[in-house]
Structures are given as C-alpha cells and as structure tokens.
C-alpha cells in the first residue's frame, strides 16, 4: 500500500509540473478540492472537517498555499478574531490542471480493469477504510 502511495503521488507530482503548476504538492489536494466548491470564503475548521486531517496540519497547507498565492485570508465579518480562507485568481486557475490530473490518475490506477473489478476495487477499498476510520475513532469514555 505505501508504495501505490508513493506511486500515486509520484504521477500528481509529475502531472501537476507538466501541466505548469509549481508550489502544489499531492497532500494539498484535498484543501484545493474543498476550496474549488465554494463561492464564499470558509473557516479553517470547515476544510478541517472535510479533510479530515488536523488543524495544525491544515493551518500548514493554507500557509504554504498562501505564500504560493493560490490562497487569502480574509477577516470573518462576525468574529474579528478571526480568519476565513478562499481561493485567490491564481488559484482558480489551477481547477483545470487539477481535474486533468485527477482524471489522469484514474485512469492509470483503473487501466487494464474491467468494469466488475472497478467496482470490487472501489468496494473493497470503501471497506478498507471504513475500517481503518472504525479503529482510529476516539473512544469516549465510559
């Protein structure tokens, strides 16, 4: 598994620099994607949320995305305290570049499979993180 992984993110690496993007790595994938939804800017916590990854983490991505400038921060108009984050011009035009390298991986990753074994890899790979997501929920206690 962590070598597909290594794979995986190897060809985004690659794709991403032949499609002209720099600044963007495999792990940033998933705040972009959040971001591209959005006509508004959003709190951290809510790309916290959908990530699933931590704040810290997050805080990271947004920073290094930031100083790339795919990314803003704009003051939260109820809460001055603190900050909403949304795409910068420059960031929307990396939506292209992320679709045709998404759209490449798949079709490496499902190439030579057929239609039955696309849908068992795609179930058994929901499984597998269902399990994996069931064994790392905090416990509450009892």
């Known amino acids: ?16 620099a032949h499609r002209g993007v720099r600044g963007v790595l ?5 705040v972009l994607a959040f971001l591209f939804r959005q006509s508004a800017p959003v709190p ?3 790309i916290v949320t959908f990530t699933g990854r931590a704040k810290s983490t997050v ?4 920073q290094t ?7 803003s921060r704009v003051q939260d108009g109820d809460d001055l305290r603190s ?16 679709q045709g390298t ?3 991986l798949v079709e490496t990753v499902l190439r030579g499979l057929t239609e039955s074994e696309q849908a068992l890899l795609i179930d058994l790979l929901a499984r597998i993180e269902g399990n994996l997501a069931h064994e790392t929920e905090p416990t509450s206690p009892a």
């Not at 598994?1 to 991403?16: F, K, P, S």
């Not at 995305?65 to 990314?71: I, P, Q, R, S």
């Open 1 to 16: 598994m962590a070598r597909i992984h290594e794979l995986g993110n190897l060809l985004i690496e690659r794709e991403l």
């Open 26 to 30: 495999p792990a940033h994938g998933g």
């Open 44 to 46: 951290i916590k809510d």
């Open 59 to 62: 805080t990271g991505v947004v």
């Open 65 to 71: 995305l930031e100083k790339c400038g795919y990314l």
């Open 83 to 98: 900050w909403r984050i949304q795409l910068t011009p420059a960031g929307r035009e990396l939506l292209p570049a992320f």
């Open 102 to 104: 998404s759209q490449r």
